[in-house]
């Protein structure tokens, strides 16, 4: 039997088991997984890893925050770089304003897609205080294939406790999961007006103003509603040890509480905000890095499945942007870019490092973030799933700089940075969209990802 494509004498590393063999694809999907298939085009992975295309669950494309203010990577710029990173899907947002309903904030965001993506998306539903008289509208958003709900604790989409509760309750009722920004963002508040009123406006009074057990306390409260409800819940980008101990207490009683980290928790601490002028605002991001000591924490918790994926927040702003706050540093745009880093950075640093093992890595990566997002066919290499699928060369070596990397960005926070191994192809449905650094893919190739709850 012939298939459409067969990728040859690789070793295939799933979340469970690591082993040589073929895969072969017909049109979209994995047809068969064995020895001596033989396809119309075939690819020759010998000495390379092959692994199911990476997942990337947190991402932020053309981000709006007004005033002129949109993240530079849009999406046509930030899927090419995902795709070059080995990622073949991703999840974004959908931020309704004040007056828009949820259903015609899911049609703008989809009409901005579409034309523009390279590789398969599916999205959150962001609902703030403004929504929370929209709630009865969620069977029609999961009708439409969005199944997570992004909750804040933070900013203008920050939700009182009696928002949360009825936010959370709503969720559960559609059988969704909710993922939330968990910060407290009264104290922040405060903070920040005490630092500049006392002129302490220094990228460096970023950390200071979102304290670390203050920002533990917002992830408990949540857990606690949650776990009162009954529903599960994805607490975003945890990048200090007191949240990790929450969920670790939460997890150990058997709750069904997730958690995340981002690279730039793992790879970067709060001494990059005392570098001079405007390089000090460029790691800015919410909530802010920490310490050697939190990273350690950290990876021993991703080790341990205390963490169960990385994901990046992928937020980039331009050096120009970020220089709007350099007389105050909350007027500094939170995020950086990590969309094509990722998964090179975490075999590197992780594998390579005996930190965590190959299959814990695709896991991580891959295979989780797809399972708990109810992406069915994405993160697996299995017949019947998508052939997404990554060719990683364990011995290419790449030297991270904006002239390597493919972010619509003027700067990158892994400058300098080596990773030894790096995707040398990258397959989306069974179509090449990278090929040893040459992109084939083409703007509204991807598709958007219509799920559906457990």
């Known amino acids: 039997m012939t298939y459409d494509l067969v990728i040859k004498n690789g070793t295939i590393v799933t979340a469970e088991a690591t082993y040589t063999a073929d895969i072969g694809i017909r049109g979209e999907r994995i047809a068969a997984i064995g020895e001596g298939l033989s396809?119309?085009?075939?690819?020759?992975?010998?000495?390379?890893?092959?692994?199911?295309?990476?997942?990337?669950?947190?991402?932020?494309?053309?981000?709006?925050?007004?005033?002129?203010?949109?993240?530079?990577?849009d999406w046509f710029t930030g899927t090419r770089a995902a795709a070059f990173g080995g990622t073949t899907t991703i999840v974004d947002f959908v931020h309704p304003e004040a007056g828009e309903t949820l259903a015609q904030a899911y049609d703008l965001r989809r009409a901005e897609a579409d034309p523009q993506t390279t590789i398969d998306y599916a999205l959150h539903m962001a609902l703030g205080p403004a929504q929370i008289p929209q709630?009865?509208?969620?069977?029609?958003?999961?009708?439409?294939?969005?199944?997570?709900?992004?909750?804040?604790?933070?900013?203008?989409?920050?939700?009182?406790?009696?928002?949360?509760?009825?936010?959370?309750?709503?969720?559960?009722?559609?059988?969704?999961?909710p993922v939330v920004h968990a910060e407290n963002w009264d104290v922040i508040t405060t903070l920040i007006r005490r630092h500049v009123a006392a002129g302490r406006t220094e990228p460096r009074w970023h950390p200071r103003s979102r304290p670390a057990p203050l920002e533990a306390e917002a992830a408990g409260r949540v857990i606690d509603l949650a776990a009162w409800v009954g529903v599960p819940v994805h607490i975003?980008?945890?990048?200090?040890?007191?949240?990790?101990?929450?969920?670790?207490?939460?997890?150990?009683?058997?709750?069904?509480?997730?958690?995340?980290?981002?690279?730039?928790?793992?790879?970067?601490?709060?001494?990059?905000?005392?570098?001079?002028?405007?390089?000090g605002a460029l790691p800015v991001c919410a909530p802010p890095l920490r310490t050697e000591t939190d990273q350690d924490v950290l990876w021993a918790a991703l080790a341990q499945d205390v963490l169960q994926l990385v994901t990046t927040?992928?937020?980039?702003?331009?050096?120009?942007?970020?220089?709007?706050?350099?007389?105050?540093?909350?007027?500094?745009?939170?995020?950086?870019?990590?969309?094509?880093?990722?998964?090179?950075?975490?075999?590197?640093?992780g594998v390579r490092a005996g930190r965590?093992?190959?299959?814990?890595?695709?896991?991580?990566?891959?295979?989780?973030?797809?399972?708990?997002?109810?992406?069915?066919?994405?993160?697996?290499?299995?017949?019947?799933?998508?052939?997404?699928?990554?060719?990683?060369?364990?011995?290419?070596?790449?030297?991270?700089?904006?002239?390597?990397?493919?972010?619509?960005?003027?700067?990158?926070?892994?400058?300098?940075?080596?990773?030894?191994g790096w995707p040398s192809v990258t397959i989306q449905r069974g179509a090449v969209l990278v090929d040893n650094g040459s992109f084939h893919g083409q703007a509204g190739q991807g598709r958007y990802v219509a799920r559906k709850t457990k």
Request: proline share 5%.
């Open 356 to 420: 965590i093992s190959l299959n814990r890595w695709v896991d991580l990566c891959c295979t989780t973030p797809a399972r708990l997002h109810h992406l069915e066919r994405k993160g697996a290499l299995a017949v019947g799933c998508d052939a997404d699928i990554v060719i990683f060369d364990p011995n290419q070596t790449v030297t991270l700089s904006t002239g390597t990397l493919h972010e619509n960005v003027d700067w990158t926070p892994y400058n300098g940075f080596t990773a030894q």
């Open 39 to 73: 396809g119309t085009r075939e690819l020759d992975a010998a000495g390379k890893l092959v692994t199911p295309g990476a997942v990337d669950v947190h991402v932020h494309l053309a981000l709006n925050l007004g005033g002129g203010l949109v993240s530079c990577d």
């Open 236 to 279: 975003f980008h945890i990048g200090c040890r007191e949240v990790v101990q929450r969920v670790a207490a939460a997890r150990a009683k058997g709750l069904p509480v997730y958690g995340e980290t981002c690279p730039q928790y793992l790879f970067l601490t709060e001494a990059a905000y005392d570098a001079p002028g405007v390089a």
């Open 313 to 349: 927040d992928h937020c980039p702003f331009t050096t120009e942007q970020k220089a709007r706050g350099l007389q105050d540093f909350s007027r500094i745009p939170g995020g950086v870019p990590s969309i094509e880093a990722r998964f090179p950075l975490l075999y590197t640093y």
């Open 135 to 177: 709630l009865g509208d969620l069977p029609q958003i999961v009708e439409r294939g969005i199944t997570t709900f992004k909750l804040y604790l933070a900013y203008g989409y920050c939700l009182k406790d009696g928002e949360l509760l009825q936010a959370l309750e709503a969720i559960r009722d559609v059988g969704g999961l």
